[in-house]
């Protein structure tokens, strides 16, 4: 049964925006808004890329892009709530074709979720795997639990075509290309399935040829769940001297933390007498670079190296040096080049893989070029879902009526090397996406020559 919220909406005129969002907070009534402001919104988006980005070209064709921006600015030809004009406007996100570059759901996704959790909403009841083809598979129940289905193909979606289903919200989402927007959409499916789709209490499903009625879920998605240190940090001595060194994030707000974790396990390492590492950054989507230029390269780096070559940057207000004004765009290099520390007292000499995935994103990247041009590692798992020069430097712009956030870089760098293209492992090593831990045998059988 589908259950669709059918709320009173109102019209909101200029300046009253903050009272309307105020009042429809108690009320539980969203704000609607009219399409001259829907495209105003609209208009700031395209002011805020002109402002920010040093060149669009770095992932659209300009001309491919006002186009779309003209098919949306024609949908947005009637009122609607925020969340509804996101629907439009989300259309975007694909277009733009960087994971640094989407328009945001307003207030935040993460919000939006523990708000319906709240409220005793529901959500699609199972986690998913979307793959570029667009075929929806079953991971897990939408808590992280097993189920009998792990593994099975959905065919449909309260009847719909599961397939479809994915082209529709692969069209809105962000990222470099088709196959990251594919792993980002696993991730988060249930959100993007209840905002394109609507609310529903239970899901009538076939699975593998099979009709059932599934009731949705009131777990939260992990994507959306505040992690702990130990889910995104992990170590583990393995078989034949071997060692795993997970990092999901290169992030963590105590930093010395995680310098004092990694400092641990290359500690365990030595005493163990391991001489193969696998570096795990399959699910990491970034941070900051100096996470692993302190907490990792001092252990692993044999000669001098810097974070990337060359560089392209919009100056923007407030970040302005002196002699620079507001819209310039600076070509320069990376001056910053940081020593190997080859008398550390533990650092490793043994063979170093770093597993990558098409999801692993913006500053893991950067991690994971320099590994491949320096020769501090061997890549391997499976690339091509980001491209190898990055933008960065993600600036957060606040619509003024809707509240929609745009997200826009105001960097582009190039990897050490210099090289463009996508990100690619140096071996192929493809693991069974149902079983996390197949890659890494895989891995460890490569070293064991089998």
Same mark, same amino acid.
């Given at each position: 049964?589908?259950?669709?919220?059918?709320?009173?909406?109102?019209?909101?005129?200029?300046?009253?925006?903050?009272?309307?969002?105020?009042?429809?907070?108690?009320?539980?009534?969203?704000?609607?808004?009219?399409?001259?402001?829907?495209?105003?919104?609209?208009?700031?988006?395209?002011?805020?890329?002109?402002?920010?980005?040093?060149?669009?070209?770095?992932?659209?064709?300009?001309?491919?892009?006002?186009?779309?921006?003209?098919?949306?600015?024609?949908?947005?030809?009637?009122?609607?709530?925020?969340?509804?004009?996101?629907?439009?406007?989300?259309?975007?996100?694909?277009?733009?074709?960087?994971?640094?570059?989407?328009?945001?759901?307003?207030?935040?996704?993460?919000?939006?979720?523990?708000?319906?959790?709240?409220?005793?909403?529901?959500?699609?009841?199972?986690?998913?795997?979307?793959?570029?083809?667009? !075929?929806? #598979?079953? &991971?897990? %129940?939408?808590? /992280?639990?097993? +189920?009998?289905?792990?593994?099975? @193909?959905?065919?449909?979606?309260?009847?719909?075509?599961?397939?479809?289903?994915?082209?529709?919200?692969?069209?809105?989402?962000?990222?470099?290309?088709?196959?990251?927007?594919?792993?980002?959409?696993?991730?988060?499916?249930?959100?993007?399935?209840?905002?394109?789709?609507?609310?529903?209490?239970?899901?009538?499903?076939?699975?593998?040829?099979?009709?059932?009625?599934?009731?949705?879920?009131?777990?939260?998605?992990?994507?959306?769940?505040?992690?702990?240190?130990?889910?995104?940090?992990?170590?583990?001595?393995?078989?034949?001297?071997?060692?795993?060194?997970?990092?999901?994030?290169?992030?963590?707000?105590?930093?010395?933390?995680?310098?004092?974790?990694?400092? !641990?396990? #290359?500690? &365990?390492? %030595?005493?163990? /007498?391991?001489? +193969?590492?696998?570096?795990?950054? @399959?699910?990491?989507?970034?941070?900051?670079?100096?996470?692993?230029?302190?907490?990792?390269?001092?252990?692993?780096?044999?000669?001098?190296?810097?974070?990337?070559?060359?560089?392209?940057?919009?100056?923007?207000?407030?970040?302005?040096?002196?002699?620079?004004?507001?819209?310039?765009?600076?070509?320069?290099?990376?001056?910053?080049?940081?020593?190997?520390?080859?008398?550390?007292?533990?650092?490793?000499?043994?063979?170093?893989?770093?597993?990558?995935?098409?999801?692993?994103?913006?500053?893991?990247?950067?991690?994971?070029?320099?590994?491949?041009?320096?020769?501090?590692?061997?890549?391997?798992?499976?690339?091509?879902?980001?491209?190898?020069?990055?933008?960065?430097?993600?600036?957060?712009?606040?619509?003024?009526?809707?509240?929609? +956030?745009?997200?826009?870089?105001?960097?582009?760098?190039?990897?050490?090397?210099?090289?463009?293209?996508?990100?690619?492992?140096?071996?192929?090593?493809?693991?069974?996406?149902?079983?996390?831990?197949?890659?890494?045998?895989?891995?460890?059988?490569?070293?064991?020559?089998?």
């Amino acid at each position: 049964m589908t259950i669709l919220r059918s709320p009173i909406r109102r019209a909101v005129g200029p300046g009253l925006w903050l009272l309307a969002w105020s009042v429809a907070a108690q009320s539980e009534e969203p704000v609607t808004f009219s399409s001259e402001q829907l495209r105003a919104d609209l208009a700031s988006i395209e002011s805020a890329l002109e402002r920010t980005h040093p060149d669009v070209a770095h992932s659209v064709d300009p001309a491919v892009l006002t186009r779309a921006f003209d098919d949306v600015r024609s949908k947005l030809d009637h009122p609607m709530t925020a969340g509804e004009a996101w629907t439009v406007v989300s259309g975007l996100n694909s277009v733009m074709a960087d994971g640094h570059l989407t328009v945001a759901f307003p207030g935040g996704a993460a919000a939006e979720v523990q708000r319906h959790m709240k409220s005793g909403g529901r959500l699609f009841p199972y986690a998913v795997l979307v793959t570029e083809s667009a !075929a929806i #598979f079953v &991971r897990s %129940r939408l808590d /992280g639990s097993g +189920t009998p289905l792990a593994g099975r @193909r959905i065919d449909t979606i309260e009847g719909v075509p599961a397939d479809k289903v994915a082209e529709k919200l692969l069209a809105h989402m962000n990222g470099d290309t088709r196959a990251m927007r594919a792993e980002l959409l696993s991730d988060r499916f249930a959100f993007w399935y209840w905002k394109f789709f609507g609310e529903h209490r239970s899901f009538q499903l076939r699975i593998g040829g099979v009709e059932s009625m599934v009731e949705g879920s009131g777990d939260t998605p992990y994507a959306f769940r505040e992690k702990t240190f130990e889910q995104l940090f992990r170590f583990e001595l393995l078989p034949h001297n071997a060692a795993v060194l997970t990092i999901d994030e290169f992030y963590w707000r105590d930093k010395p933390k995680f310098y004092e974790f990694t400092r !641990a396990a #290359f500690e &365990r390492m %030595r005493a163990a /007498g391991t001489r +193969t590492l696998i570096i795990d950054i @399959r699910a990491n989507s970034g941070g900051d670079d100096d996470v692993w230029i302190e907490g990792i390269l001092p252990y692993i780096a044999t000669q001098p190296y810097r974070n990337g070559s060359t560089y392209l940057l919009k100056i923007i207000e407030g970040r302005q040096k002196e002699g620079q004004k507001v819209g310039d765009i600076v070509r320069g290099a990376q001056e910053t080049v940081y020593p190997p520390q080859l008398d550390h007292p533990l650092r490793f000499k043994g063979k170093v893989y770093v597993a990558i995935s098409p999801r692993t994103y913006s500053s893991a990247v950067l991690f994971s070029t320099l590994v491949q041009d320096k020769g501090f590692g061997t890549l391997v798992g499976v690339g091509g879902g980001a491209r190898s020069t990055q933008s960065g430097g993600t600036q957060n712009i606040r619509l003024p009526h809707t509240q929609m +956030t745009i997200v826009v870089p105001r960097f582009v760098l190039t990897r050490a090397s210099g090289r463009d293209g996508l990100l690619q492992p140096d071996v192929l090593v493809v693991g069974d996406p149902f079983r996390p831990m197949s890659a890494i045998e895989s891995i460890l059988r490569l070293e064991q020559g089998q």
